[in-house]
């Protein structure tokens, strides 16, 4: 359930398409991992096993703007234990997006990201958001096969680096108890699709 909340997060079409290539989704599936996350995350004495101070402060002041309530869900300690076990060149794109954050947020208002207005955070989160994927969409047929038929093309964009810190945040969060209740999920059922929004405009 988490998987296909995740792969289509809103990020458009062509993102569900990709998403189910993201590195989080094999942690999502090690059932292993997820029963002993739980002890680690909420260790009263945690400290990061991979992420800088800065990163860490700054991937919460992301996570907060994304989907509010991930503080309390520890999405930052989760994501740092799975980013852990990760290989070098996942964890050196996680970081790079971070960087970028950071480097855009200097550049449009002076300071880090962490450091310049809530108003501020949602105005650059929606400049990241509004730029286009570097992958196209040109080729039609099964979305399991598009990740092989539309490679890369030129380096990352802001778009890019939004996607990919917001689908490790969105994971996280779900797959918390926070995030699991939030969905409708009780401790003692589990709902094999998700329950439809029953407000009377829907949800865009």
């Avoid at 002993?36 to 990061?48: L, N």
């Avoid at 990760?86 to 855009?104: A, H, K």
């Avoid at 809530?118 to 400049?127: H, N, P, R, T, V």
Wanted: proline residues 6%.
């Amino acid at each position: 359930m988490i998987r296909r909340l995740v792969s289509g997060a809103g990020a458009g079409t062509l993102f569900a398409r990709t998403a189910m290539a993201h590195p989080i989704h094999k942690h999502l599936a090690d059932g292993e991992l997820l029963a002993g996350a739980e002890g680690q995350v909420r260790s009263g004495k945690w400290t990061p096993k991979v992420l800088t101070p800065h990163q860490n402060e700054t991937l919460l002041a992301l996570s907060e703007r994304m989907v509010p309530n991930s503080s309390k869900a520890q999405v930052n300690r989760f994501i740092d234990l799975l980013l852990s076990v990760e290989t070098p060149e996942t964890l050196r794109e996680f970081s790079d997006s971070l960087t970028v954050c950071d480097r855009e947020s200097t550049r449009r208002f002076g300071h880090a990201f962490k450091d310049i207005s809530q108003a501020k955070q949602d105005e650059l989160l929606s400049i990241f958001s509004a730029e286009t994927l570097r992958h196209r969409e040109t080729e039609g047929g099964d979305p399991d096969d598009a990740p092989a038929k539309k490679p890369p093309v030129g380096p990352p964009t802001l778009r890019d680096d939004f996607e990919n810190l917001k689908t490790w945040i969105t994971g996280a969060y779900y797959s918390s108890e926070v995030g699991m209740r939030e969905l409708g999920w009780t401790g003692m059922i589990f709902f094999e699709d998700f329950p439809g929004c029953r407000h009377p405009d829907g949800h865009s």
